[in-house]
């Protein structure tokens, strides 16, 4: 039976962006077959999906169409099982995880381009950056309807023009130069459940045709590790708040072959959230704004753009393969609980002025 198109409750995920290559990297022509199918390039086949007899090495079988038309899977033609029922809790949750993930257990590698805008409200909207992420998967199955989620993730504030990954940014708003701070979120790990978890499937989705798509919206707002006492230049209220707006799809025909454990996947996402703390401009209201598009690296790290992989591989070679060790969802990190160890660490050094409540992250002679 085909989905009941009733929509249902959501999912509280973890992230899951589009930006052309830095310069050196910028050729048209050059291992075209290792990219991530960018907005801001030239498209490419990616390998098809994952299945229990074709894994060996995690290798996908087949070949997906091109990704001018990534809303149509090379499996198309291919029939849907007439038993298979997306409202099923325990098929719309396999369904959601084998787009995400890998039921095999098989660690699974995510690239996402985008950019992230500045909104100052009543003066101006600012490109603040291009961004580029990895994100790092792993599925280990516990028994009784309850997989283990462990992941990590990376993203990289890049020049809004060139793309080249940042070191020091100059600030559009306040003129100040700063330090950058990357998203370094190790683990972002969660635990999937048919029945009984914080909330239960089945998730929202709908089906178009051969495509399926999770509409997964998440607000949240909790006690912010950052308080405006203790960190007035890097927080701009007690209250950590923030929405993350996702799209996430697949092929039907892919998600409900028995025999594929890892689905294509294509997510579009959107944020918006608090100034990030390195800005420093807990004293000026406005609000960050992302738009990013995530894709499935079905050929694993080699479909990363090379100066995406070559960077991390150089500075954080941790991000290209899952968390093995579990280490419970105590342990999340986000910017700001991260940003909090930075913060406190430089203070300890003694930045900060006096007090240590000022600039940490500012670049000497460089616009403070």
């Known amino acids: 039976m085909r989905s009941n198109p009733k929509r249902r409750r959501l999912l509280d995920m973890t992230h899951p962006t589009d930006f052309p290559h830095a310069p050196e990297y910028i050729n048209m022509t050059d291992n075209t077959a290792a990219r991530p199918p960018l907005m801001s390039d030239t498209f490419h086949p990616n390998a098809g999906p994952v299945s229990r007899r074709g894994m060996m090495g995690s290798v996908g079988l087949g070949a997906a169409g091109a990704a001018t038309a990534s809303m149509m899977s090379s499996n198309a033609s291919a029939a849907v099982p007439e038993d298979f029922d997306s409202m099923d809790p325990e098929t719309n949750l396999k369904t959601?995880?084998?787009?995400?993930g890998d039921l095999s257990g098989a660690d699974v590698i995510s690239g996402f381009g985008g950019k992230a805008w500045m909104w100052v409200p009543g003066?101006?909207?600012?490109?603040?950056?291009?961004?580029?992420?990895?994100?790092?998967?792993?599925?280990?199955?516990?028994?009784?309807?309850v997989w283990n989620f462990y992941h990590r993730e990376v993203l990289y504030y890049m020049d809004p023009q060139t793309g080249e990954i940042l070191d020091t940014w100059t600030n559009p708003v306040t003129g100040r130069t700063v330090e950058v701070m990357h998203i370094l979120n190790d683990p972002v790990n969660r635990i999937s459940r048919v029945k009984g978890g914080f909330r239960s499937p089945p998730f929202d989705h709908e089906i178009v045709g051969d495509r399926i798509v999770f509409q997964i919206d998440v607000f949240r707002t909790k006690e912010n590790p950052i308080s405006r006492k203790e960190y007035p230049l890097h927080s701009q209220t007690d209250v950590y708040q923030s929405c993350e707006l996702w799209a996430i799809s697949s092929s039907l025909s892919e998600v409900a072959d028995?025999?594929?454990?890892?689905?294509?996947?294509?997510?579009?996402?959107?944020?918006?959230?608090?100034?990030?703390?390195?800005?420093?401009?807990?004293?000026?209201?406005?609000?960050?704004?992302?738009?990013?598009?995530?894709?499935?690296?079905?050929?694993?790290?080699?479909?990363?753009p090379n100066y995406i992989r070559d960077y991390t591989a150089k500075h954080h070679p941790e991000y290209l393969e899952a968390p093995r060790e579990w280490q419970g969802l105590a342990e999340n990190e986000n910017t700001w609980s991260y940003a909090k160890k930075i913060i406190d660490a430089k203070r300890e050094e003694g930045q900060g002025g006096p007090g240590g409540k000022g600039s940490v992250f500012g670049v000497p002679d460089a616009g403070m």
């Open 123 to 145: 003066e101006a909207n600012h490109l603040a950056f291009q961004t580029y992420g990895v994100g790092a998967t792993r599925l280990d199955y516990q028994g009784d309807g």
């Open 258 to 304: 028995p025999n594929v454990t890892s689905a294509s996947n294509h997510t579009a996402w959107a944020r918006n959230g608090m100034w990030l703390p390195f800005m420093e401009m807990g004293n000026i209201a406005g609000h960050m704004v992302y738009h990013s598009q995530s894709f499935k690296m079905m050929n694993g790290v080699d479909g990363l």
């Open 96 to 100: 959601l995880l084998k787009i995400q």
